[in-house]
Nanobody, 127 residues
Framework: QVQLVESGGGSVQTGGSLRLSCAAS????????MGWFRQAPGKGREWVAA????????WYEDSAMGRFTITRDNAANTLYLQMASLKPEDTAVYYC????????????????????WGQGKQVTVSS
């Protein structure tokens, strides 16, 4: 059974930085496709970033490009999302997600492409 446990997040002022961590158990993250999503109050779950298991290729939603960085520490079996230059519109609950087992298809922006989810961590950016 794969479990994803998130930590980090919190409150920061506009322009500040935060880091989210997603520690996995029950499977090796290095072999799996991973993603970060967020959900603001009254809105649907929005894709933020993703990382593939092949060569750790990464992708970002347009508003996250250049500000957010998704990385993976295979030794720690942990996924990270480093967020910089934060804006009030980044305020949301952030979720990590994993596709397990690896499938032949992967629509990285689609939540249905992922099988396991973290519990979510609140990120609040004040102006």
């Amino acid at each position: 059974q794969v479990q994803l446990v998130e930590s980090g997040g919190g409150s920061v002022q506009t322009g500040g930085s935060l880091r989210l961590s997603c520690a996995a158990s029950g499977a090796s993250l290095s072999r799996h496709r991973m993603g970060w999503f967020r959900q603001a109050p009254g809105k649907g779950r929005e894709w933020v970033a993703a990382i593939d298991s092949d060569l750790d290729v990464t992708w970002y939603e347009d508003s996250a490009m250049g500000r957010f960085t998704i990385t993976r520490d295979n030794a720690a079996n942990t996924l990270y999302l480093q967020m910089a230059s934060l804006k009030p519109e980044d305020t949301a609950v952030y979720y990590c997600a994993a596709q397990f087992p690896r499938r032949s298809w992967w629509t990285r922006q689609d939540p249905s492409s992922y099988d396991y989810w973290g519990q979510g961590k609140q990120v609040t950016v004040s102006s």
